[in-house]
């Protein structure tokens, strides 16, 4: 064995505890390798990098605002949840696409009444191509279950339709790209009642930039597209596998939509 060897298995062994679970990219990167000369003057970005959108003075703005449009047409143009889908399996300017496995477009029932708005999917959900699979998904289920309700009886999504490389918050650029094709599943679907699971899905369905800790357990309506629709804002379930003691809150909250929808005939 070469002292490289050795060298390169104490990083690998380092790394994996550190915590490091899966490789990020499927080429490896030569970071020893000198940099690529900048693209001509003249080459514009059709959109914004991820760098950029972290330095909002660097935004390119117009091909940022272009890009947005077209989603916004190419959103509006589906007249069911499988163009819809298909449309997204098509759209490439979001940046996510290119590092994602899968589309993660949604699961369970369109026609329960009942729609769940999470953040945006995980190593899991990459995998499969399906919303809340995973540990967080295994406790949704378990709340579903409370108020008698599963994935046949209830319709499942997320704001953010490709994974974030690491499950970083997804930045404004993404959101902003995924929010046309979120407003108009939520049209296409037009469920009686949305519930939100966490900031993000809060943040982007009832615009406004109050935390989640504020706005959980209340009342808030969705009156866009022509739609007026109760929506009920809770703790992420990822959260409340981190906080145990938020789960009776979260309980409560559960309860209120079931209450509101027993309320309503069920849906
Ligand atoms: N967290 C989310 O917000 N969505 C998923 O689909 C999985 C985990």
Not at 230 to 251: C, S
Request: with cysteine; aromatic share 6%.
């Amino acid at each position: 064995m070469t002292d490289d060897h050795d060298l390169a298995l104490a990083m690998l062994r380092w790394q994996v505890e550190m915590g490091a679970d899966e490789a990020v990219g499927d080429t490896p990167v030569n970071r020893l390798a000198a940099p690529p000369p900048p693209p001509p003057k003249s080459a514009e970005p059709r959109l914004a990098t991820p760098q950029a959108a972290r330095a909002p003075q660097a935004l390119a703005l117009e091909p940022v605002q272009e890009s947005v449009s077209t989603a916004r047409r190419i959103a509006q143009g589906c007249n069911s949840l499988d163009e819809l889908r298909e449309a997204l399996l098509r759209f490439d300017l979001c940046p996510l696409r290119a590092t994602a496995t899968n589309l993660v477009f949604a699961d369970g029932n369109p026609d329960s009444g009942l729609m769940f708005i999470g953040e945006a999917p995980g190593a899991d959900e990459d995998r499969q191509g399906l919303p809340f699979v995973g540990a967080s998904g295994k406790l949704l289920d378990r709340m579903l279950a409370a108020i008698g309700r599963d994935r046949t009886s209830a319709y499942i999504t997320n704001t953010i339709f490709w994974r974030p490389p690491g499950n970083r918050t997804p930045t404004p650029l993404e959101s902003e790209l995924c929010v046309p094709f979120l407003e108009r599943h939520i049209e296409l679907v037009r469920p009686k009642m949305l519930v939100l699971l966490g900031k993000q899905a809060a943040t982007v369905v009832l615009e406004t930039a109050d935390g989640i800790t504020r706005l959980r357990g209340k009342w808030k309506s969705y009156t866009r597209s022509g739609l007026d629709l109760p929506v009920m804002p809770t703790y992420h379930p990822a959260y409340l596998l981190r906080n145990a003691p938020a789960k009776r809150e979260a309980w409560r909250d559960f309860l209120e939509v079931k209450s509101r929808l027993d309320s309503t005939n069920g849906v």
